[in-house]
């Protein structure tokens, strides 16, 4: 929303406040301003000017040279190149030395051998947006509508004198979308009155309801409905200052009819419509449903196809207007138009929002109906608009107007008491503090005791509980006067979840490993998910309304997106990236979706390139699955996870031979493993290798108890060996034997070598362990330690038939 100050001040006395104070103000009361721009910063030395004669170049076709009174003895001389320039004009000059927007300075120059002393400016040249610029002034210079002294300032009849406050509204604020009610929220914040505009109308004889008929189909559609015929008008452009007002409110000015119901629409809220009485075809005025697949060209010249949805008005047969949305081009005002017919109504917000967001029309008007206008001001606004038709249009306003009404007029009533107030706010307000609030904000309140009974205007539709007036008593009293106190509640010191505690941990392991994190869309598609492996189609939820075909379902993995960011970076010559995320996923068990499906926290990473590249002493290591296997065993460890076993398996779009699952306290956690090398090529991508852990499974089993054990007094004994077993055994099940075999002495089972080839029987394969032994009590003998270790040679022996290599 666009605030023009000058054109506040219209309704409150705000000539000891600054814009500036305004703003800062407004800010803290819970209306943000985003910015404030002061329209004649930059500019200096504009005046007016007449045109008093206009020639030829004689060197140029495109420039004329003007002799133009400034209000000085002798006229300067400037060369002009608009099209549209020529005697008797009177025009904005900016004289030599002066400023204009964007920082152009104007000076004496010489154009072809001519000099020009100064500029005829065109609106763009001052600062006005091309979108807001009268058709007539969209190329060329800006000719003044009426007649000025040559030589008068021509920043303030420009309307540039002005400043513009910017406000970012929230969607419950539906009152501050007009400058009444920006000035009601002004003049409470400052304590000051508000003066509500007056525009007599002069009687007739004759009345609308004697010439129209109106007709609603539905009044819980449209409970008002208020048709005023005008007679005698002429159509012409807006005075200055009408159209500056809609300039600085980012509406083009297009003739004094359609301007004036714009200027309603931003001074009221109220949307209204003029139609040409003459060109609407009967003298009947019917409100109803579209019928289906009905067709009717709108303002903007586009044929809408029409549903059930929609809500029309209609001349009895043919639709005219959009109720709420838009109006149609068969019946808008010309320059031909004689009579009008002027539309206030009151429309229900949900048929508004529907129409508007089938059809794809945001307009003012539907902005403000589907938030809801204030039904106490339909009627003035009507007559407000029908006023300035009166003085500005030169017409005849037949009254009372043809209407149907239901519409419910009345205020809210909210109860509630002081120590309530208080309770929540934590203040020590009193009753007059309550009852100067109230007063502040024009709301009527009857007190007794310490309970208010307030009557909210109906302009304040964003009020309707207890809550909302507690929030009003805080605004307006100053968020920066409640005091700072404890909650009265029973409280505990502030600190992380073990889940937020898990999260954290996680991601500082990851980031100190050189991974980077990555955050992606909760939306994707099952054809990514099933290029990757992920086929479990009955567990995906897909979204009704999707915004685009690639985010038409809830993601159940993360391991899609994190390789897409791969591709994104391998596209841009980016080939070492190691990428996590931790993040929800979603599933389902129905095939047909009637509850919210389950959300749970998956931790993913993706490598692919160099894993270590040291390029002074010429190491370079590119990532393989054990690298990413130490990240994934160094990550459970930080998270305090025990019994953690990985097994092979086979999963679609992985390495048959490089893929494993993840399983703690015997339960399936995640996989790791190296996606399929067609699936890679398919994507244009090096080897690419993943890992994905349940973390909602990891929180629950992390955290444990931790253990510290002094360092060891006494020495340990290693003992290397080399065993012989069947290719198909697995090194895990062998170093659980030693384990258990070894005992309390044997602290530490390492792997250091594997060996396959000539010199080993076939199907047979060498691995090689590094044992520890140690005994925090004595040193070891070499008959403690080979007692223990012949215990292991023997376990090994018999479950799986290993024997040592010669």
Not at 141 to 160: C, H, K, M, R, S
Not at 469 to 496: F, H, M, S, W
């Amino acid at each position: 929303m666009l605030v023009s100050y000058k054109w506040l001040k219209r309704y409150v006395n705000l000539d000891d406040v600054t814009p500036e104070e305004v703003a800062e103000q407004m800010t803290r009361s819970g209306i943000e301003v985003d910015s404030i721009e002061k329209k004649d910063a930059e500019i200096t030395k504009l005046q007016v000017g007449k045109v008093l004669s206009c020639e030829k170049h004689p060197d140029a076709d495109k420039l004329n040279v003007c002799q133009v009174d400034v209000g000085e003895e002798e006229p300067v001389q400037i060369v002009c190149g608009a099209a549209n320039v020529g005697a008797d004009q009177f025009v904005a000059v900016s004289r030599v030395g002066g400023r204009l927007p964007g920082g152009m300075k104007i000076k004496r120059a010489k154009l072809r051998g001519v000099v020009s002393e100064g500029m005829i400016c065109s609106l763009q040249e001052l600062g006005f947006e091309g979108k807001v610029i009268p058709k007539k002034y969209a190329e060329g210079i800006y000719n003044f509508p009426n007649e000025y002294t040559p030589g008068e300032d021509a920043v303030p009849l420009l309307g540039l004198d002005d400043t513009i406050l910017e406000l970012d509204l929230t969607p419950n604020r539906s009152d501050a979308l007009s400058m009444l009610g920006v000035a009601y929220e002004v003049a409470a914040i400052f304590d000051r009155d508000v003066r509500i505009p007056e525009t007599p109308i002069q009687a007739t004889e004759r009345s609308s309801e004697s010439m129209i008929n109106v007709h609603v189909a539905n009044t819980a559609d449209n409970p008002y409905y208020g048709a005023t015929v005008i007679e005698d008008v002429t159509i012409e452009e807006s005075p200055l200052w009408l159209q500056s007002a809609l300039m600085m409110s980012g509406v083009r000015p297009l003739n004094n009819i359609v301007d004036i119901t714009n200027y309603v629409l931003f001074e009221y809220g109220q949307p209204l419509h003029a139609f040409d009485l003459d060109q609407f075809g009967s003298s009947e005025v019917s409100v109803r449903r579209a019928y289906d697949n009905e067709v009717m060209k709108t303002l903007d010249d586009q044929e809408r196809k029409l549903s059930p949805e929609h809500l029309v008005i209609t001349n009895g047969t043919t639709p005219v207007a959009l109720a709420g949305v838009m109006g149609g081009a068969d019946s808008e005002v010309s320059d031909q138009t004689g009579r009008v017919l002027l539309e206030a109504a009151y429309f229900n917000p949900a048929v508004v929002r529907q129409a508007s967001r089938e059809l794809g029309i945001r307009s003012d008007s539907s902005i403000r109906f589907e938030k809801g206008v204030d039904p106490n001001r339909v009627e003035a606004s009507a007559a407000r608009a029908a006023g300035l038709i009166q003085d500005l249009a030169g017409g005849t306003v037949l009254l009372p107007e043809a209407k149907v009404d239901e519409l419910n007029r009345d205020e809210t009533v909210i109860t509630i008491t002081l120590e309530k107030i208080n309770s929540v706010l934590g203040t020590s307000l009193i009753v007059s503090d309550v009852l100067d609030v109230m007063r502040k904000l024009k709301f009527d309140v009857t007190e007794n005791g310490e309970t208010f009974t307030v009557n909210v205007p109906t302009r304040r539709q964003d009020i309707a509980i207890q809550a909302d007036i507690i929030e009003e008593v805080a605004r307006i009293y100053g968020y920066d006067q409640i005091p700072t106190t404890l909650p009265n509640t029973a409280t505990t010191p502030g600190k992380l979840t073990p889940a937020q505690e898990a999260k954290r941990k996680a991601r500082r392991y990851l980031e100190g490993a050189g991974l980077s994190e990555a955050v992606s869309y909760s939306l994707t598609t099952k054809e990514k998910e099933e290029a990757l492996g992920f086929t479990d189609a009955e567990s995906r939820v897909r979204v009704s309304l999707p915004m685009s075909e690639d985010r038409s379902a809830l993601r159940t993995t993360l391991v899609p997106h994190l390789v897409d960011a791969l591709r994104h970076n391998k596209n841009r010559n980016n080939y070492d990236v190691h990428l996590f995320e931790i993040g929800s996923v979603f599933h389902t068990s129905e095939a047909v979706i009637t509850k919210q499906p389950d959300e749970k926290t998956y931790l993913s990473a993706a490598f692919m390139g160099k894993w270590f590249d040291h390029a002074w002493q010429g190491e370079v290591t590119d990532v393989d699955f054990f690298a990413v296997k130490g990240v994934l065993e160094g990550l459970l460890s930080t998270l305090n996870v025990e019994n953690v076993e990985l097994s092979p398996i086979e999963k679609e779009g992985c390495h048959p031979g490089r893929t494993a699952a993840v399983h703690i306290n015997g339960e399936e956690a995640g996989f790791i493993g190296q996606l399929h090398p067609a699936v890679a090529k398919d994507l244009s991508l090096p080897d690419v290798y993943v890992f994905e852990l349940q973390f909602d499974r990891l929180m629950a089993v992390s955290g444990g108890t931790v253990k510290y054990e002094a360092i060891p007094r006494f020495p340990s004994v290693e003992r290397d060996i080399a065993l012989v077993v069947n290719r198909d055994i697995q090194a895990g099940e062998i170093e659980r034997t030693i384990q258990e075999a070894g005992g309390s002495l044997l602290k530490q089972v390492n792997v250091f070598d594997l060996y396959e080839g000539e010199h080993l029987e076939a199907g047979k394969k060498s691995i090689a362990f590094s044992l520890r032994y140690l005994d925090p009590a004595k040193t070891l003998t070499e008959e403690d330690v080979q007692a223990v270790h012949d215990q292991v040679l023997k376990a090994v022996h018999d479950r799986h038939e290993a024997t040592l290599r010669q």
